[in-house]
């Protein structure tokens, strides 16, 4: 069976644990590239990702971008959303349908 996992810092993926998630706390980018690689090679299908881990490591998330496994997920921490996530939610709907249907302009 495929693992679900969350990784951020303390506060914002503890939570998580209640639902029955793996949860991993990271400090800095470079422990989040170490825990997302691991992961990946213990068939985890979905990764959900705190944005403010996420925008210190844009490579490695890229690197995941068109894999089957694991899907990464951007989430908002405990500070709220840096808008990360559903930027990339917008551009998968546009590469998917050609425009962004989602945008409000």
Do not use: H, W
């Amino acid at each position: 069976m495929y693992k679900i996992a969350v990784i951020g810092d303390r506060d914002s993926v503890l939570g998580f644990k209640a639902l029955g998630l793996d949860t991993i706390f990271v400090e800095n980018g470079e422990e989040a590239k170490a825990a997302i690689n691991r992961l990946a090679g213990e068939d985890c299908a979905v990764i959900y990702l705190t944005e403010q881990i996420a925008q210190e490591i844009p490579g490695e998330i890229d690197r995941y971008t068109n894999s089957l496994r694991p899907a990464i997920i951007l989430i908002p921490g405990k500070t709220g959303s840096l808008g990360i996530g559903i930027e990339s939610v917008n551009k998968a709907v546009e590469k998917a349908v050609g425009s962004n249907i989602l945008k409000n302009e």
